[in-house]
């Protein structure tokens, strides 16, 4: 789909004011609040209750193995219906209705408005949805949620657009450390390429002459750091690059304070101090985004990028106190083969689930960002031939996990990765053919014909995230060159050939959160600077929806328990307050959910 120009305008300006937009403050309520609130109008919505007023309360029940509708005994009824709507179930036959019924967390009914409002009685709350349209909650299959809540907490936030010039970063900068004693650490993330080059230690240097200074970019796969912090480490112009990672270099050999991948990155993150990212600072990151991730529909999360057990530990943590107000499911990531030794009985040491929480399995990275990818063919990046892990390495650490029962997930940005990462799950697979392991490929970015058949072959589930088009597409032509860019991310071949294909937003790794970013990408494909990328690969909304939808609930085996609006599963809901199936398609980023609930309870109201 090729839009005109007014609309690429249009698109260009609402992605730049985004950011601030998914800032402002949005009401929700927590689970232990949640008991003190009677619940009044939302957004339109107009609230009744059958008897009086009934207060919210939020239970967590168990979760059948398969799908179990609620009962009503004599005398019961419904604990809430929600009437005179337009619900998409997103169900096997894409059924349409009107009216749903919830009782204990669960979907007791989807129908007409009569049938519906036959199961209330005393003390049933009705929510007469003025014809809106609700849509199950959105899932993302793809985010770092912990890593979102750290962001103006424990790190200094310079995302894009907010952060747009070197001379923005710099103030950015100037303003943290003025709360930071001299000689603390200013750790940050989320910059990008300014004013057409990254920034390096000469940007950060002269407003940090005192401060030990590192950034991450918002891929997550590179950073900066000033001088300092160069000078702490002992990174020198005789210093060999660690492993698969580099410290880029200027005359004479040189640090310029930029640094690619994990290898190099930990040299300088060893130095932070340990109370910066403490198992107190994780729950709180833990906690804080989800009434954000709520504000946009989002009811269940799954967080690819775990690394260290204190983050693994808070997870558990935070939902073994019931704080968990939407629900998610966790993904220890490994950088390294020394990482393996005792991990997975590390992690079932402190393992905890429940309704609101579950343990995916394990992720690798078998390349970096784009400035790194690991590809067939030469590119203009930094490195272009170098992977994350070595492939027997890959090979021995995803068979201890495949093995062990688990899920894989692997990260491939090239073509090269993906078929290194390929290789490793065929691997484990061939030596252990069990049953519907639903391994991952992440991102999935750049494929060749042959990979995109053996996904099919391996029964792979493909993560990925089309607002890499918007973000980053002119970036990747730049790298990749406009032919290999006109190829990323083929997701009418993946529909077309049946391979599962599950949503998501990459956050904090990409500018824009929200899942209504996300459908407008799948069906538009265009870049920042307005152009089209593989049209033909672009999704119908109800495709983009349904991947949104069901997609992340089949990549967490939980496709019998959410995903879609049918008796038995979660009564996980988002309300819109404009219909997506209407709007034009450059609107649908600016879209909004009045009403979002989780096992029937509200967790967010405009």
Not at 351 to 359: A, G, I
Not at 399 to 424: C, E, K, S
Not at 489 to 517: E, H, K
Request: aromatic share 6%.
């Amino acid at each position: 789909m090729l839009m005109a120009k007014k609309t690429v305008d249009r698109f260009i300006e609402s992605f730049k004011r985004g950011m601030e937009n998914q800032m402002s403050h949005h009401h929700s309520i927590s689970r232990r609040d949640v008991l003190k609130l009677g619940l009044a109008a939302a957004g339109g919505i107009t609230l009744s209750c059958l008897g009086g007023e009934k207060l919210i309360e939020l239970t967590a029940v168990p979760t059948p193995s398969i799908l179990t509708p609620p009962t009503l005994a004599s005398g019961e009824f419904a604990d809430s219906i929600l009437v005179n709507g337009n619900i998409v179930t997103m169900d096997a036959q894409r059924t349409k209705a009107k009216a749903l019924a919830i009782k204990s967390g669960r979907i007791l009914s989807v129908g007409d408005d009569q049938t519906v409002r036959n199961l209330a009685g005393q003390g049933t709350q009705v929510f007469d949805l003025n014809g809106r349209t609700v849509t199950p909650g959105l899932i993302d299959a793809h985010c770092h949620l912990s890593a979102c809540g750290l962001l103006g907490t424990a790190y200094l936030d310079v995302n894009w657009p907010a952060v747009f010039t070197i001379e923005q970063l710099q103030a950015k900068i100037t303003e943290w450390i003025a709360r930071v004693p001299p000689g603390g650490w200013v750790v940050g993330a989320g910059w990008v390429t300014f004013e057409g080059r990254s920034p390096t230690r000469h940007d950060l240097d002269p407003v940090s002459p005192n401060h030990p200074v590192m950034l991450i970019n918002q891929g997550g796969h590179m950073a900066v750091v000033n001088s300092l912090a160069l000078e702490m480490a002992n990174v020198t112009a005789n210093t060999k690059d660690p492993g698969n990672g580099r410290f880029l270099r200027e005359e004479n050999n040189v640090p310029n304070g930029l640094i690619l991948n994990h290898p190099a990155m930990d040299v300088i993150r060893r130095l932070w101090p340990p109370d910066l990212l403490n198992l107190q600072a994780y729950e709180t990151s833990v906690i804080s985004p989800q009434a954000k991730f709520a504000s946009m529909g989002v009811t269940s999360f799954q967080d690819v990028y775990a690394r260290d057990m204190d983050r693994m530990q808070a997870y558990f943590n935070v939902a073994k106190r019931g704080e968990m107000t939407i629900r998610g499911q966790v993904m220890n990531v490994l950088e390294y083969i020394q990482e393996l030794k005792g991990r997975i009985e590390d992690i079932e040491a402190v393992r905890y689930e429940d309704d609101f929480m579950r343990f995916g399995g394990a992720k690798f990275q078998a390349d970096g960002g784009l400035e790194g990818s690991y590809t067939h063919e030469p590119h203009n990046g930094i490195s272009w031939e170098i992977p994350i892990w070595k492939p027997k390495d890959l090979n021995e650490a995803v068979r201890a996990f495949h093995d062990g029962g688990y899920q894989v997930a692997i990260h491939t940005g090239g073509d090269a990765a993906l078929d290194m990462a390929l290789d490793a799950i065929e691997n484990a697979m061939n030596k252990n053919p069990r049953p519907d392991p639903r391994h991952r490929i992440e991102h999935s970015v750049l494929n060749t014909e042959a990979a995109l058949q053996r996904e099919k072959d391996l029964g792979i589930i493909v993560s990925t995230q089309p607002t890499l088009i918007t973000a980053f597409a002119d970036g990747m032509i730049r790298i990749w060159g406009e032919e290999r860019t006109q190829r990323v991310i083929p997701t009418r071949t993946w529909l077309d050939m049946g391979v599962p294909l599950a949503l998501s937003s990459d956050a904090p790794s990409m500018p824009w959160w929200d899942p209504q970013s996300t459908l407008f990408a799948s069906i538009a494909r265009v870049s920042l600077s307005g152009k089209a990328i593989g049209p033909e690969q672009a999704m119908t909304l109800d495709e983009a929806m349904y991947a949104h939808t069901m997609g992340g609930a089949y990549a967490d085996f939980a496709e019998n328990q959410k995903g879609s609006l049918e008796a038995g599963k979660f009564a996980d809901i988002a309300v819109w307050h404009d219909d997506p199936y209407t709007a034009a398609v450059e609107d649908l980023r600016n879209l909004t959910i009045d009403l979002t609930m989780v096992g029937g309870k509200v967790v967010h109201q405009v």
